[in-house]
């Protein structure tokens, strides 16, 4: 790590309380006092509200650069929200509508937005010649086979038969995105950043799969904990993400990256005891075996956010290697940190929202589930 990296991930006494407590979407995060960046960049993000946008426009104008975004006005900003207004606004639509991107000048584009090769062809093709970057976010669900434990960059992707196909689904977002990596590269030859997050967690999550577990937890109890403790766990927090991105810009680092934490191998069973290091009440957990959970239609990621059991392909799933993007300077918040400030995210939401979380498993599946448990052939373990 370079001295002037390491500068600036220094944390300051600054508490959260300084910075709006209680306003809805805020991150009640300990702030880092963030130096400027040498060089002022001009930056634009393509999908720039939502949860990993305004992560990213929070550092980009911590460093000192300046940002446009762009989106269709449908999407808010889960967090930051008043920065994010603060920001250059343009509206268009990836889709069929990007005239707005057109006769301007960027250091670097961030692409959020895109999952389908011809939107990357449209709007690198129509910037390759007015921005020096493009970094792309693309996504670990790009590899042919998540087997292998320790895949790295170099790994095959996943390829589609039909590649003008842009129906989004489980079984075409991987190679789609594949494609538009490939995309990015072909306009932007020697200067493309390729950044492949694995699980984005952290404040400001819109899909509450991570977010399940610290609340979880803090509720107590018996908590019901899938297959063995053993079982390994990735996930990338947005902050974490977001600084590596902007890094990769100023470094302009071009290449391939996964995007992929924690820095050290982590178990299912570190992630909950990791999680409940920062609550304070009375819990238990209950490892429920993968057979079983199957059988009683618990899924894995939906109804188990972070887990998938290691077998049947997926041994490498949460087992990728993270050296490379270590070594251009990613780096990461302590789990306790995520974990913490996820959860005084989700207390900001409004109740009707935290009411119907979109994942994992409600209080009375989860009981119902636990109860056939200890009363199986075989009584608890
Ligand atoms: N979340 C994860 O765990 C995860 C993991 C790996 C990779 N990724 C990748 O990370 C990227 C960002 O994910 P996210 O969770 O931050 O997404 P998000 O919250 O859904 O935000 C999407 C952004 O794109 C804009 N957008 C969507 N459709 C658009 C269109 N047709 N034209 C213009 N703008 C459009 C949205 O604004 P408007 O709706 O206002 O247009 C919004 O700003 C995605 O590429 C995703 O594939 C996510």
């Given at each position: ?16 309380g300084?910075?709006g407590?209680?306003m809805?979407g ?22 720039g ?14 460093r ?10 449908r ?7 008043e ?21 301007r000048?960027?250091?670097a584009v961030i692409?959020n ?11 690198a ?8 970057l493009?970094?792309?976010?693309s ?8 087997s292998?434990i ?19 689904t ?12 490939q ?5 932007f ?9 694995h699980?984005?967690?952290g ?15 803090e ?8 297959g ?8 990338i927090?947005s902050r ?39 609550v ?31 077998r ?10 993270n050296?490379?993007?270590v ?7 302590p789990?306790?940190v995520?974990?913490?400030?996820t ?10 929202r935290?009411?119907?979380p979109?994942a ?22």
């Amino acid at each position: 790590m370079t001295t002037s990296r390491r500068e600036f991930l220094q944390v300051t006494a600054a508490a959260g309380g300084a910075l709006g407590l209680g306003m809805l979407g805020e991150v009640h995060a300990q702030e880092r006092e963030v130096p400027k960046a040498e060089k002022p960049l001009r930056i634009l993000i393509l999908g720039g509200t939502g949860f990993t946008g305004p992560h990213q426009i929070h550092y980009a104008l911590a460093r000192g650069h300046e940002v446009t975004i762009f989106n269709r006005g449908r999407t808010e900003p889960t967090v930051h929200r008043e920065l994010v207004a603060q920001v250059e606004q343009l509206t268009g639509d990836r889709d069929d509508n990007i005239e707005a991107l057109r006769g301007r000048e960027w250091d670097a584009v961030i692409d959020n937005s895109a999952s389908i090769p011809r939107w990357v062809r449209q709007s690198a093709g129509l910037l390759k010649d007015s921005v020096e970057l493009y970094l792309f976010t693309s996504s670990l669900s790009v590899h042919a086979d998540n087997s292998k434990i320790g895949i790295t960059e170099d790994d095959p992707v996943a390829t589609i038969d039909d590649p003008t196909v842009e129906e989004i689904t489980g079984e075409t977002y991987g190679a789609l995105k594949a494609l538009c990596e490939q995309e990015a590269r072909d306009a932007f030859p020697d200067r493309a950043i390729i950044v492949r997050p694995h699980l984005i967690v952290g404040p400001g999550d819109r899909s509450d799969r991570w977010t399940y577990w610290p609340v979880r937890v803090e509720r107590g109890g018996e908590v019901m904990a899938p297959g063995e403790p053993t079982d390994p766990t990735q996930y990338i927090d947005s902050r974490d993400l977001a600084e590596f991105d902007i890094h990769l810009i100023e470094q302009r680092a071009v290449g391939t990256y996964s995007a992929v934490g924690p820095l050290a191998p982590l178990s299912m069973a570190e992630l909950l005891f990791g999680m409940r290091a920062v609550v304070s009440n009375e819990i238990c957990f209950t490892w429920v075996d993968a057979d079983f959970l199957a059988e009683h239609e618990v899924a894995p990621w939906a109804h188990m956010p972070a887990w998938i059991p290691p077998r049947d392909g997926f041994q490498g799933f949460s087992a990728f290697d993270n050296s490379r993007a270590v070594g251009a300077g990613l780096e990461y918040r302590p789990l306790a940190v995520t974990a913490k400030d996820t959860l005084d995210w989700w207390k900001t939401l409004p109740e009707e929202r935290r009411a119907s979380p979109g994942a994992g498993l409600d209080a009375e599946r989860e009981r119902e589930v636990l109860a056939a448990w200890h009363g199986r052939e075989g009584g608890n373990r």
